[in-house]
């Protein structure tokens, strides 16, 4: 029995997901020597880890152009695939991740590409490739939500006070200022989040999305992780350091007029949520649940479907052709499918990390399958007609 009973009257909860491909584990791409990695989402979501690397091939010589800063953000990478991991776990869906994995003394994705590269043509690729990816990341996600959408640009500081920094390109000076202020157009179009300050769903004003009951700094200081700017903490004092964001929230989000897309540079301190894996796997919890809220609240966003909302209702009318049923449903107990056609149908049951744990075919005499005992927690099922004309994925939650 490879997965423990836990409990005798798991309850399943099954709720029709729009695409086939979301059964997989998520798609993952590589660039020139594996430098570069990118794991594709189904979430208008990009995480980015620029600083977390520690490839460091002798054909690269270390940076030392233009005053170049290579300090590594220890933990950044396990952090973002942590924070994959926990998003998943609550919601079934996946967010995009880019990671460079060359070394900061190698490369500094978080740079022009004259800071960044040094004039060295294997890293100047590699930065290009990091780039091009969070482009197809944003393109796809552009398509299915416009502009809301959200990149978070994670790093690790070394300063004092031990707090998040949110960089949503305003400096100390300007989230000093009143919120009358940074409400007017002339801070909102120095930020990260201006265009959702212009579309927010819940209507919340540039100040209310820094630092009102719903930002994602007062969000994840409810959570135990202080953040500034937030409610708690709504701006820096004029001598504290902080990091306001850099070349990747400022060229991958709406600061920049082309792009649709809003962000934020995401400095995590070490002690408490980077330093062990217990840490990250807490924090990584803990951020879920803020950005699952904070997404929910001020975007047009159904975690349920991993679709955006307006894609709701097409998607119960076309598929209907195929129907999974009862819901819920106990371990050991036999789950119907319903289809229009009598042909064979296949099915497959993946675990939330995309591992089969069960498949078959179903005639259309006897379209049952018997559930097999499976822990507390979430888990897909793929069902598809023979000819490949209806496939649809199911989400299924053990409650
Ligand atoms: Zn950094």
């Given at each position: 029995m490879p997965y423990p009973r836990l409990h005798t009257s798991c309850?399943?909860?099954?709720?029709?997901?729009?695409?086939?491909?979301?059964?997989?584990?998520?798609?993952?791409f590589y660039g020139t020597n594996q430098y570069i990695e990118y794991q594709q989402g189904t979430v208008p979501i990009i995480l980015t880890v620029p600083h977390g690397g520690a490839i460091q091939p002798t054909s690269i010589p270390d940076?030392?152009?233009?005053n170049a800063v290579n300090v590594t953000d220890v933990h950044t990478i396990e952090t973002a695939l942590e924070i994959k991991k926990a998003l998943f776990t609550k919601t079934g869906c996946y967010p995009h991740i880019v990671i460079c994995h060359l070394k900061r003394t190698k490369l500094d994705c978080n740079r022009n590409l004259t800071d960044a590269a040094c004039q060295?043509?294997?890293?100047?690729?590699?930065?290009?490739?990091?780039?091009?990816f969070i482009v197809q990341a944003r393109t796809t996600i552009q398509a299915g939500y416009s502009d809301?959408?959200?990149?978070?640009?994670?790093?690790?500081?070394?300063?004092?006070?031990?707090?998040?920094?949110?960089?949503?390109l305003l400096d100390s000076d300007e989230l000093a200022e009143p919120d009358a202020i940074l409400n007017t157009p002339k801070y909102i179009n120095y930020s990260s989040l201006r265009?959702?300050?212009?579309?927010?769903?819940?209507?919340?004003?540039?100040?209310?999305?820094?630092?009102g009951n719903q930002a994602l700094g007062t969000l994840?200081?409810?959570?135990?992780?202080?953040?500034?700017?937030?409610?708690?903490?709504?701006?820096?004092?004029?001598?504290?350091?902080?990091f306001s964001g850099g070349y990747i929230t400022a060229t991958h989000t709406c600061y920049t007029d082309t792009v649709l897309m809003n962000g934020v540079q995401m400095e995590l301190?070490?002690?408490?949520?980077?330093?062990?894996?217990?840490?990250?796997?807490?924090?990584?919890?803990?951020?879920?649940?803020?950005?699952?809220?904070?997404?929910?609240?001020h975007f047009a966003i159904n975690w349920q479907s991993c679709q955006p909302k307006t894609a709701i209702k097409e998607t119960i009318v076309s598929h209907k052709e195929i129907r999974v049923y009862p819901n819920p449903i106990a371990p050991g107990d036999m789950l119907h499918v319903n289809t229009m056609s009598e042909d064979v149908v296949s099915f497959l049951l993946y675990t939330p990390g995309g591992t089969l744990i069960h498949s078959g075919t179903l005639d259309p005499c006897c379209r049952d399958i018997r559930m097999p005992d499976l822990p507390q927690g979430l888990y897909i099922l793929k069902v598809t007609e023979i000819h490949g004309i209806h496939c649809d994925?199911?989400?299924?939650?053990?409650?």
């Open positions: 309850l399943w909860l099954i709720t029709c997901l729009l695409l086939c491909g979301t059964a997989r584990a998520q798609d993952i940076r030392t152009c233009n060295q043509p294997e890293a100047e690729l590699a930065w290009k490739e990091f780039h091009q809301q959408a959200m990149i978070f640009d994670i790093h690790g500081h070394g300063h004092a006070i031990p707090r998040i920094e949110l960089g949503y265009r959702l300050a212009l579309t927010s769903a819940s209507e919340a004003t540039h100040a209310q999305l820094l630092r994840l200081h409810d959570h135990g992780f202080p953040s500034v700017p937030s409610r708690q903490d709504p701006a820096p004092a004029p001598d504290d350091p902080y301190n070490n002690a408490g949520i980077r330093n062990t894996a217990a840490n990250r796997s807490r924090f990584a919890g803990a951020f879920a649940e803020a950005a699952i809220t904070f997404l929910s609240t994925v199911y989400k299924i939650i053990c409650l």
